[in-house]
């Protein structure tokens, strides 16, 4: 009996992977690597760039459906997202919404082989991964965002929430999908919450097998071409009216309130509470005792005034105002040192805290609809996001994803969403709680900080010392901490000077009243409700010159 021959797609590289996918010589490349557009980041720190900064972007067919695939390249920096990779991403993602919103089809296919987040360009990956979530959900209108997660490295961090956006998710065996790399969780929360070497636990708790059992993936397929090729076929002909993953707030957020969090769950356990039918239960209502207030709490409480504060869980509180006759909704992630969830009790964004989040803004669309739409602000103050073994075992990313889906969607319905940012801002956190606002303001701080990962962990995986990690800081102003330097790559709208930021006053309060209604009149006389305008600012031009050239190029290139 003659056996038909697989061809493994782990071990093809990433162009390779696009063009086999492709119908037989429909496959044109996008800023190919003989344009030599590489990272201007790299070589500041010692490393060799890659010229096609290992992302390719390549236009195609599929049985005569015109498709654009992205594929990143994870043997080089680990598939990390940096400015001009993220760019290539999110430019063509946006090119390919232009064409869906004049009536011409195209299909998004992401090929994921990426830890996330380029360390050594970390605020440049934050803002493009932002925009790269923005054009998905923005994208689900019109076409399915069909990700494929074939193997080696996997899908982590930011690029691990983008999985969580996309309307169907392909896995072989041999893949892994994680908000936090299990080195990540082990140099945060020590070796007991996740053994990094302890290979068969990794594929037990987020290998491709798991995640399809537990639904948080749509197909399992082996490790062949042909199979994986036949599946996006599948997917790309399927007529689904169910909502993406994360929209499902009601079915995620009463399994959580309802598990113990303080025992390790097993894989099997996992799997049996994420697929087990919907059961709206009542959430029982606990008072909030506030060890540790923290900046974002005190801010709240000071803006809010005298609004009542509602909310299902202490660490996320919300209350409704009028600020100069404009109404706005107030959203906090706060430390609650009670949390059920042990690593989500500082203040971080954990399992309940993204699903919450979610809910709290689909209310105010849904109250808002076909009337004036409330402001909606989130108040960062974000150490980072939970790292745990619990939290990556019933899928954190797509916690953190439906909190982005939820921002991202209302400011695409009209609600001016602004960001105001007294504290920390920090990793997917940030990501999932302030960034897909139309503007951001942030207090001129030493103690604001903006970044992907703590000092620790970012010197561990990009193998340096903290005195080392600092040096390169002040040659990378995207590797930096300081709400300065990001200010530099020309994302905030406003950055607030003289303002107390631990103990603030009325009069405090009242400079940032201003700054919020003066965003609330750009947005609205701009009429855009995109983040086009992080890229159009004076700053920018300087500080993101590599993003506006890979779209400009991209545009060129595209038809």
């Known amino acids: 009996m003659n056996k038909i021959m697989k061809e493994s797609m782990v071990e093809l590289n990433g162009r390779d992977r696009a063009k086999t996918i492709l119908d037989e010589g429909t496959f044109r490349e996008l800023i190919d690597p003989f344009e030599e557009f590489q990272s201007p980041h790299l070589k500041k720190q010692g490393i060799v760039p890659q010229s096609d900064d290992g992302v390719i972007i390549g236009k195609g067919q599929i049985k005569r459906q015109k498709v654009v695939v992205i594929s990143i390249e994870g043997e080089f920096q680990g598939g990390g997202i940096g400015e001009v990779s993220g760019a290539k991403i999110a430019g063509a993602l946006e090119l390919a919404l232009k064409d869906c919103e004049n009536g011409e089809k195209i299909i998004p296919i992401l090929l994921f082989d990426t830890g996330g987040i380029r360390l050594q360009e970390a605020n440049y990956g ?55 790399g299990p080195e990540v969780v082990e140099q945060e929360a020590g070796i007991r919450e996740f053994d990094s070497k302890d290979r068969i636990l990794i594929w037990r708790t987020i290998g491709g097998e798991q995640r399809v059992k537990s639904r948080l993936a749509d197909i399992l397929v082996d490790d062949d071409v042909s199979e994986i090729r036949d599946s996006i076929i599948e997917e790309i002909s399927k007529k689904s009216d169910c909502p993406p993953r994360s929209e499902l707030i009601e079915k995620y957020a009463n399994i959580f309130h309802a598990i113990n969090p303080n025992k390790r769950i097993k894989p099997e356990e996992a799997r049996l509470l994420l697929t087990a039918p919907f059961e709206k239960k009542e959430q029982s209502q606990k008072k909030a005792v506030f060890k540790s207030k923290g900046r974002g709490m005190t ?37 609650d040192l009670d949390n059920m969830y042990p690593r989500a009790r500082n203040g971080e964004v ?23 739409k409330r402001t909606i602000v989130p108040i960062v103050d974000v150490p980072s996001q939970a790292y745990g073994y619990n939290e990556e075992s019933l899928g954190i990313y797509l916690s953190c994803a439906a909190a982005v889906d939820a921002y991202a969607s209302a400011r695409m319905a009209g609600h001016c969403v602004i960001s105001f940012i007294p504290g920390k801002a920090i990793s997917g956190a940030f990501l999932s709680h302030g960034m897909q606002s139309n503007q951001l303001i942030a207090l001129n701080d030493p103690e604001v900080n903006v970044h992907v990962m703590s000092k620790k962990s970012a010197a561990l995986i990009t193998q340096r010392t903290l005195e080392e990690l600092e040096e390169v800081t002040k040659n990378v102003p995207a590797m930096a901490y300081d709400i300065n330097s990001f200010y530099s790559l020309g994302a905030l709208s406003s950055l607030v000077d003289k303002v107390n930021a631990d103990s603030p006053t009325t009069l405090d309060r009242d400079i940032i009243y201003n700054e919020i209604v003066e965003s609330i009149n750009e947005i609205q006389e701009e009429g855009s409700f995109g983040l086009q305008n992080r890229l159009m600012s004076d700053v920018a031009q300087t500080g993101r010159r590599a993003s506006i050239q890979v779209r400009r190029k991209l545009k060129e290139q595209w038809n």
């Open 126 to 180: 934050l803002l493009a991964i932002a925009e790269i979530h923005s054009a998905i959900v923005a994208l689900r209108k019109y076409v399915p965002v069909i990700a494929v997660i074939p193997g080696k490295v996997g899908a982590f961090g930011g690029m691990a929430i983008t999985v969580g956006l996309c309307s169907s998710i392909i896995m072989t065996r041999e893949a892994r999908l994680g908000l936090n």
């Open 299 to 335: 801010w709240f409480n000071l803006l809010r005034g005298d609004a009542v504060e509602f909310g299902d869980i202490p660490s996320v509180r919300v209350a409704d105002t009028v600020i100069r006759n404009r109404n706005v909704r107030f959203i906090a992630v706060v430390p």
């Open 350 to 372: 954990g399992l309940r805290e993204g699903w919450a989040i979610a809910k709290h803004v689909r209310e105010a669309m849904e109250e808002d609809e076909g009337k004036q």
